[in-house]
């Protein structure tokens, strides 16, 4: 499979789904806890993760002038390539953005597929205004210099509670984001796309009236009728 059809067939999986498909593979910690959309209707999306990290700030390296440094959130966002997602590890900090209308705007130009941070963003009516979908905790005024160094790109990360390895694949729906391992991002597009086709046909058996026992989860007999509509 390509990554560009493994992507779209991931975009048409629901969230909840993904994890019901890895928790029955043992993988538990997936799900980012603080991100959620910025604003409602943001489409679902998927990507290959290209992480962000911040530490606690500190007042010798935490300043305006090191938005002009080599190592930026700036010189981030000009490594990113289309179709990526920014996966921002903010460490929950919740009284400092860590990016606003400006560089969200940068980013849509790029063609970045979203933002997801377990911290906050600035500029909200601006940052909508440039169409970049963005999950994250919430927002505040105050410029990310105000609580976090930024310290570096593309390396293994924290977001939510979650270890975000760049080039591991982020989901983001409703119901907030995440992280698909890279190397099980082909069976989760798989198992994910048979069990939403399963759960639609249960959820037409419940509308007819249909009692849950037996067929959510679906015992023998239940799968038995499934596979017998679909010859």
């Known amino acids: 499979m390509t990554d560009s059809a493994l992507l779209a067939t991931l975009s048409q999986i629901t969230t909840a789904t993904i994890t019901t498909v890895l928790l029955k593979k043992g993988i538990r910690r997936i799900w980012m806890k603080g991100p959620q959309p910025l ?3 943001q ?3 998927a990507g290959r993760a290209f992480t962000l990290r911040f530490v606690p700030a500190r007042e010798d390296l935490a300043t305006p002038a090191s938005w002009s440094s080599p190592r930026s959130t ?3 966002i000009e490594e990113m390539p289309e179709g990526c ?4 590890d903010a460490m929950g900090v919740a009284d400092a953005g860590v990016f606003g209308d400006i560089l969200a705007q940068r980013m849509t130009v ?3 597929a979203g933002l997801v941070t377990d911290g906050v963003m600035r500029d909200k009516a601006g940052v909508l205004e440039t169409g970049l979908p963005v ?3 919430g927002v505040a005024a105050p410029a990310s210099v105000a609580g976090l160094t930024f310290v570096g790109w593309q390396e293994p990360v924290g977001c ?3 270890a975000i390895y760049p080039g591991d694949v982020v989901v983001a729906d409703g119901d907030g984001a995440v992280v698909i391992p890279a190397t099980l991002a082909e069976e989760v597009a798989r198992l994910g796309a048979e069990q939403e086709e399963l759960e ?6 419940v509308k007819a009236g249909r009692a849950l026992p037996g067929l959510y989860p679906p015992n023998e007999e239940t799968m038995a009728r499934y596979k017998a509509r679909k010859l």
């Open 110 to 112: 790029r063609g970045v």
């Open 160 to 162: 939510g509670g979650c």
């Open 200 to 205: 639609a046909w249960l959820m037409e058996e």
């Open 135 to 137: 999950w994250c905790a």
């Open 74 to 76: 700036r010189a981030a």
């Open 85 to 88: 997602i920014a996966v921002i």
């Open 39 to 41: 604003t409602a209707g």
């Open 43 to 45: 489409p679902r999306i």
